[in-house]
């Protein structure tokens, strides 16, 4: 049985995804390192300044490590992908990419996918310097990958809205350097809901660093409870929701079903 056109055009989409996300991942290839270095130095510097004043007890401990995780996602996803689309918009680059025969999808997916996989070794290293500096068992389990996976892509689909929303890239890098501190610190990340003042605990509801600190906590002291799979859910949800609403202000000239044959 010959295959349909549908299926043709998702093989198609696959390849451009793939291939896209290869030539994204090849910037990198020079200074990678370096890049390390810039995203991680600051959650660990955090994370070793509140170790000092805050980590008295094996809760308080947990937090400071999964929430200079969670900032390091943040860092290396939002607030970069969002800053790399507001300048690919304000130098007209992505026009490049929206009259080759590829799928929006495929380039939005790219994008996202390339900030989930830059945050996430930033995030590993600080979690393995948290286990060290403060002898703390945390579980790295296939559970953990998940988590820091929908993680990385929530935050990253968060900064591909502000990017392609944003009119310029300093608007862009605005917006994310703005947005970044209350989502981080105004949230139930660092401290626990109960120790912020009730109008901000429920303002949080409605951050994704919230069910990213959450579920990071759960499934680093392996309690994968009916609550941190119900903060999975919610993160599925932010990445495909804001992807969505990200490709909708992608002004894309490409036809993928008149390119079917």
Known sequence: MGETTQQRLEQRRIGQFFWLLVSEMLVLRVHWLWYLVQMSINPLVFMVFLGFFWATDTRSIVYVAT???????????MLSLGQE?????????????????????????????????LALPSAFITLLVASQVFSLHLS??????????????????????????????RVASLVTQLILPPMVYFAPVFVPAEKLPRIVASISVVMPTTYVASALRAVLRRSLDPHALFDIVVLLTITVVSLLVA???????????????
């Open 247 to 261: 490709s909708a202000k992608v002004d894309w000239r490409a036809n993928d079903a008149g390119r079917v044959k």
């Open 67 to 77: 929430g200079t995780a969670a900032l390091a996602l943040m860092t290396s996803s």
């Open 140 to 169: 790295f389990s296939p559970a953990t990958l998940l988590v820091m996976v929908l993680a990385g892509y929530s935050l990253a689909g968060l900064g591909a809205v502000i990017g392609f929303y944003s009119p310029n890239a």
């Open 85 to 117: 689309i507001g300048y690919l918009k304000e130098t007209q680059a992505y026009e490049h990419y929206a009259v080759l025969p590829i799928s929006k999808l495929a380039f939005i997916l790219a994008l996202a996918t390339k900030g989930m996989l």
